[in-house]
């Protein structure tokens, strides 16, 4: 097994490119190479995708051998964000193929066999991702005794949950706030504090936040942060809920306080798509509406 040729990304693309090439060829000589412009097209996006990722997260060395557990798991929650099931399942399979290609050609990755597939099964049952069929997502009136609760049962996971509760953050973001409250949160001259320069999905710098006091003085008890599958496994023990229903429950919450404060629907969806970090409305109105 070999690596990509090339001293930047780019040129790994195109030795990429070229070694998958098999347009005009029979399909049963080569089952996983590129056979069509459509395919050539999508496998261009997918890696493109990912250098992106890899670009925006600092993460050095060949394009190939970037390719890990670790690595594809945190670009597929930023880059599956506001799709829709059928188009997660495309895109996932298509980097399936795109994996199975790499193999035909003998170059390296590190993802073992079939972990995409097990990858969608597990979203399909991840409401987190999927939401079931007319089943509203959110904590709504339960938010505040699972955070209480989470609080009791461990520290570090009431505070990872109301920061995502009360501003709205995705949970790896929560984790860069928590592992990092320094870096982040900022006081004001007025007595007040902040939250700054956090950077959400594709590379976009949230907007900053307001953070109350006692919020900031919470963080500043944090001993021990729990891994990100301990503070889910508390969420599913006291609440049956997911970390992601806390930013529907911000979304909506936001939402119902801008319209009472007189704002109308279109300039209220701006803002909170704004507040979310998303790029587009469209996104944001399914927060609202599911």
């Not at 670009?75 to 099931?85: A, D, N, V, Y």
């Not at 709504?140 to 570090?156: F, M, P």
């Not at 706030?177 to 949160?185: E, G, R, V």
Request: glycine share 6%; with cysteine; hydrophobic share 30%.
């Amino acid at each position: 097994m070999a690596s990509l040729k090339g001293s930047t990304y780019s040129k790994q693309i195109k030795d990429l490119q070229i070694r998958l090439e098999a347009r005009g060829t029979k399909k049963s000589t080569s089952n996983h190479k590129t056979h069509s412009n459509a395919q050539a097209t999508k496998r261009d996006m997918y890696i493109k995708d990912f250098v992106k990722y890899a670009e925006e997260n600092s993460l050095e060395g060949k394009l190939n051998n970037l390719l890990t557990q670790d690595n594809i798991n945190g670009f597929l929650e930023r880059r599956l964000e506001g799709l829709t099931p059928l188009t997660m399942e495309n895109y996932i399979s298509g980097w399936n193929s795109l994996l199975n290609a790499l193999e035909e050609v003998n170059i390296t990755h590190n993802i073992p066999e079939n972990y995409l597939t097990s990858y969608w099964n597990t979203l399909k049952d991840n409401s987190e991702y999927i939401p079931q069929q007319n089943e509203p997502r959110g904590a709504r009136d339960q938010a505040e005794t699972v955070i209480n609760e989470l609080y009791e049962k461990r520290y570090s996971s009431g505070v990872l949950a109301e920061i995502q509760h009360d501003l709205g953050f995705r949970v790896r973001e929560a984790y860069k706030i928590i592992s990092h409250p320094d870096k982040y949160i900022h006081a004001l001259p007025n007595g007040g504090y902040e939250i700054i320069g956090v950077v959400g999905k594709g590379g976009h710098i949230y907007h900053s936040k307001s953070i109350s006091g006692e919020l900031v003085e919470k963080l500043c008890y944090v001993q021990e942060i729990p891994s990100i599958s301990t503070y889910h496994r508390d969420l599913e023990d006291i609440g049956g809920i997911s970390s992601h229903d806390f930013r529907y429950d911000y979304a909506k919450n936001l939402y119902e306080k801008l319209l009472d404060d007189g704002f109308g629907h279109h300039q209220t969806l701006k803002v909170v798509s704004e507040e979310m970090n998303h790029y587009r409305p469209s996104i944001t109105n399914m927060y609202i509406n599911n």
